[in-house]
């Protein structure tokens, strides 16, 4: 006995709706053969009595056809967001060079305009505070900077008046932190700023990798500051 089968718009509908990616799971997804094999099991147990109609036939192809343009159309928007994407991270790679990123530690350059700029981090209140500028090579003196007290947390400094051939030069500079409290001398731990010298974008990732003057190699996830 040949079972005829109920529903079949509502079905059909359903299937064509399943087809255009609503399931997650590979083995759930109903592609267009499912779809034939449906209706071709449709036209062959449907009611001698009660026939699909053309009109209707015709309605359910269309139905899905249009389901899976849309889906179609989904792929070719998700690949030119990706090409989008790719280029938005070519773009801030591009505008990244030659800026100056804030990273610990306490060899710096001279920026474009001859300063360096960098902070002390603080874990308590201090009396004074002092910066030593010297030449990392020979030890010598060039500068000295008296902050006075200063609260917990970070405390920004920028020595302006380099002489001009250091500046010019774009030679290196070690900062030295030396806290003053309850008579006791500490140095906290200072980082500089220092220059963007290349960007690489490693496939597969959102994340840029900064090659920054005299400390190699850092994800742009480590940054804290630009400049």
């Known amino acids: 006995m040949t079972t005829a089968i109920s529903g079949t718009t509502n079905a059909l509908a359903d299937l064509a709706k399943l087809?255009?990616?609503?399931?997650?799971?590979?083995?759930?997804?109903?592609g267009q053969k499912d779809f034939l094999t449906l209706?071709?099991?449709?036209?062959?147990?449907?009611?001698?009595?009660?026939?699909m109609e053309n009109g209707e036939f015709v309605g359910q192809m269309a139905q899905f056809s249009t389901?899976?343009?849309?889906?179609?159309?989904?792929?070719?928007?998700r690949a030119m967001g990706d090409k989008l994407g790719g280029g938005g991270r070519l773009s801030l790679g591009a505008s990244l060079l030659g800026r100056q990123v804030q990273v610990e530690g306490n060899i710096a350059h001279?920026?474009?305009s001859g300063a360096i700029h960098g902070a002390v981090t603080l874990d308590a209140p201090v009396e004074a505070l002092r910066l030593r500028f010297t030449d990392p090579k020979t030890g010598a003196l060039m500068h000295e900077m008296n902050l006075g007290a200063q609260p917990s947390g970070s405390t920004t400094f920028s020595w302006d008046e380099l002489p001009a051939e250091l500046?010019?030069?774009?030679?290196?500079?070690?900062?030295?932190?030396?806290?003053?409290s309850e008579g006791r001398t500490s140095l906290p731990p200072v980082?500089?700023?220092?220059?963007?010298?290349?960007?690489?974008?490693?496939?597969?990732?959102?994340?840029?990798?900064?090659?920054?003057?005299?400390?190699?190699?850092?994800s742009s996830l480590e940054i804290t500051a630009l400049r």
């Open 191 to 218: 980082s500089v700023f220092a220059r963007i010298a290349g960007v690489e974008m490693p496939a597969g990732s959102d994340e840029l990798t900064l090659d920054v003057e005299g400390y190699g190699l850092l």
């Open 167 to 180: 500046a010019a030069s774009r030679g290196a500079v070690r900062v030295q932190a030396e806290a003053v």
């Open 67 to 77: 389901v899976s343009g849309i889906e179609t159309l989904n792929d070719s928007m």
């Open 39 to 51: 209706l071709s099991a449709q036209l062959q147990n449907q009611d001698p009595f009660a026939p």
């Open 110 to 112: 001279p920026d474009e």
């Open 19 to 30: 087809s255009g990616g609503a399931s997650t799971s590979p083995s759930n997804q109903l």
